[in-house]
């Protein structure tokens, strides 16, 4: 099996352990690859799983690769969804061919830049990785939260990192998206954002919702 076949039978190990499926016919016949004994047996041979009975049980080597995986792949997701405003139904493709590209540092990169997210699109848990854990920053982040700009300087909209649909339309109501130009006017006694001639007053936790672009000396 070539890496990357080796790469989605984690990804369905990983998948099958989430939905307490961890059987072998569950395996075999999921809909993603024609899988058989082959491939079960190219997992055991490598160290990333076991037989147990009627199951199939990934090791700490195999649930590692797993985790790692599948972490790419949903925040993948969240990069074409949040910053390229791809519909979930459009990033599957895209998702897949990055969790086999993305290096550990970028992935890690790309988790700081969107605010380090707990669900993916679609609402499934992100595998954590060390910078959530730390919730360090990267100091060059291309994107802030719109929390740490400067009052009264325009800048533009990268992102929108919230998973509360009802929240994110009103936001697009008010063409707070992607690309959109915003100020704050003031921060107390509350958060006045200015987008084009509107200005809409708002919650700090709503607002630390809202990415930019970095300006230089932001």
Known sequence: MIRNEIDECLEILWH???????????F????DLELGSAAIKELENSGYATIKGENIVMTAKGEDAARQIVRRHRLAERLLSDVLGMKPEE???GAC???HILAPE???SICTLLGHPRLCPHGIKIPEGDCCKSKKEVINSAAISLLKAKTMKEYDVAYI?????SRLQKLFQFNIIPGATVK???RYPSIVIQCGKTQLAMEEKIAGE???WRNGDA
């Open 16 to 26: 099958l352990k989430e939905n307490h499926e961890s059987n072998i016919d569950n």
């Open 28 to 31: 075999i016949s999921h809909d």
């Open 91 to 93: 990033i599957e493709k």
């Open 97 to 99: 061919e990055f969790e």
């Open 106 to 108: 970028l992935t890690e």
């Open 161 to 165: 990192n919230t998973q509360e649909e």
């Open 184 to 186: 704050i006017n003031q």
């Open 210 to 212: 809202i990415y930019v």
